[in-house]
Structure formats: structure tokens, C-alpha cells
């Protein structure tokens, strides 16, 4: 989405301080850092996220210590067995403690899973639950040079693990919220229904009005009104796209993907 949303990124709205309300890939706050510091909160209430945060942040050196080696254990297995490490290496992390062996074992995890997507089962208990993905990496399975950005990206942000309401934001800043999207393929372990799509566009608004933010929230399309009914007052900004959370199906022609309208509104200075 950052190509469609980099146009309405005026100067103005970059000059504020910046809050990520649901942080999961944490993506606008990496497009805003450029990779460079950046003085920002990022916050999201799945604790297994901050906590793989923190650690970049903090203890870098030993999380991609923990990462080549189990990427040396993971590199010279072919494809059957990688997929029977990863479920042994999930199973592991069920059980393991939060802390540094934990963290790592989420981020090999999240490294080898389903696409790049974050779900839970039952079994997990809440915890990550991804199944394994094409477990076909060729070189590496992960980028110690990327964890080393990252830690400096994150050296002046703020990081807390809180729901977007638990927020305490007392001057005019940029908020960006990517909630769980409405009927969504993904899954991250807390329904977020109609009644809980509400509340976050009134807290929204609410946070324009009070503080002077801008404040964008974004979604998709399920082409029944819902946000042109319950936020007439924000600006709507549609995208054409294509949703690829799934694998796609081959056809004569190459592969098909599932078109889809990404809807972005926007409380504050004209875009």
C-alpha cells in the first residue's frame, strides 16, 4: 500500500510524531524512518510482537546469533524434513517461556511460516500458529543485516504492548491504525468484529477532535457501506489491489488472485 499512500504523505503530516497503533509488520513506521531513527510509539497488544521488537532493539547481537543457528540446522535438510523441524521447532516454542530463546524461536518461526501471514490455532493457545510455508530457501532465512537496520530504526522509538485505547497521546500527532480487517484470511488469536470496527472509528474521530491528530485508519472493502455509513466524516480513499494471503491458483493463462478495493480514511489536513 505504501505506493498508493505516499502521494497524501505531505510534508506536513511527516513532520509529526508519529503513532503505530497496530504495529504487526510495523511497515509506515519503516517507510517513514527511511531507515534511520525515528522518534515514534509503536505499540500493539500481542505481546510476542513487542517483545521481537525489543529484542532488535536491545539484544540484536543475540537474536541473529540464535538465528544462524537454527538456520544452520534448518539450511542442509531437504524439504520433508525442514517441515518436520518446523512443526518440531513450533511445538518447542509452545512451550517454551517468554524471553530470548522464545523470541527467537517466533522469528525463525515467522521467518519459514505460511506466507508471510500471522495465525493462531488451538493448539497454540493464543501463541503464533502459522503452519509451515514452502520451507524452499535457497541461501539463507534471514537477513542479519536487516535485524541490524531494524535495531537502529527502533534506537529512538517507543515501544509498548497496549490495545490502541490504552494509548495516552496528549499533543498533535500522525496515527496510523491497520487494524484486523473486516472478514479477514488472517487470524491473530482476538475477534475484531463490526462492534469492535465501531469503536476504533469513534476513537478515531475522537482523537482528531481532541489532540488535533491526523489520523488515518485503514481497511477493506466489502462493498456494504459499512465505513461510508459510520465515518461520514472522514475522507475515503479507495485502491484498486490484489489480495495474495492465499497461494495462488494457476491457470492457462498464469496465475489468478483474488482483486480487491483497499479503503484508507483520513481525519485531518486535506490530501
Not at 511527516?14 to 519503516?30: D, S, V
Not at 527502533?154 to 496510523?176: E, H, K, M, N, V
Request: charged share 25%; glycine share 8%; hydrophobic share 35%.
Amino acid at each position: 500500500m505504501i505506493p498508493h499512500y505516499a502521494p497524501l504523505l505531505s510534508d506536513e503530516i511527516r513532520a509529526l510524531p508519529y503513532i503505530e497503533a497496530f504495529a504487526g509488520g510495523a511497515a509506515m513506521f519503516q517507510h517513514l524512518s527511511g531507515g534511520a531513527p525515528l522518534v515514534a510509539t509503536v505499540s500493539d497488544i500481542n505481546r510476542e510482537l513487542i517483545d521481537l521488537y525489543r529484542m532488535v532493539k536491545s539484544d540484536a547481537d543475540q537474536l541473529i546469533s540464535k538465528m544462524c543457528a537454527l538456520e544452520a540446522e534448518w539450511m542442509p535438510l531437504e524439504r520433508d524434513a525442514r517441515k518436520a523441524l518446523y512443526y518440531d521447532l513450533r511445538e518447542r516454542y509452545w512451550q517454551v517461556p517468554e524471553g530470548p530463546e522464545a523470541t527467537a524461536l517466533l522469528y525463525f518461526l515467522m521467518r519459514t511460516g505460511f506466507n508471510g501471514i500471522w495465525q493462531t490455532c488451538k493448539a497454540s493457545k493464543g501463541r503464533y500458529g502459522t503452519p509451515v510455508g514452502l520451507a524452499n530457501q535457497k541461501v539463507s532465512v534471514f537477513d542479519p543485516g536487516t535485524v541490524k537496520r531494524w535495531q537502529a530504526m527502533l534506537s529512538d522509538t517507543r515501544l509498548l504492548c497496549t490495545g490502541y485505547a490504552g494509548l495516552q497521546i496528549d499533543q498533535p500527532s500522525f496515527i496510523y491504525c491497520d487494524p484486523p480487517y473486516r472478514d479477514s484470511f488472517t487470524s491473530y488469536g482476538a475477534d475484531f468484529g463490526d462492534d469492535a470496527q465501531l469503536a476504533l472509528i469513534d476513537w478515531c474521530r475522537s482523537q482528531h477532535h481532541r489532540t488535533g491528530s491526523t489520523v488515518w485508519l485503514c481497511n477493506r472493502d466489502a462493498g456494504d457501506g459499512f465505513f461510508e455509513d459510520h465515518a461520514p466524516d472522514a475522507r475515503l480513499h479507495r485502491f484498486p489491489i490484489t489480495y495474495t494471503a492465499g497461494r495462488r491458483r494457476r491457470t492457462e493463462s498464469g496465475f489468478s488472485a483474488k482483486p480487491a478495493t483497499e479503503l484508507l480514511l483520513t481525519w485531518g489536513p486535506e490530501c
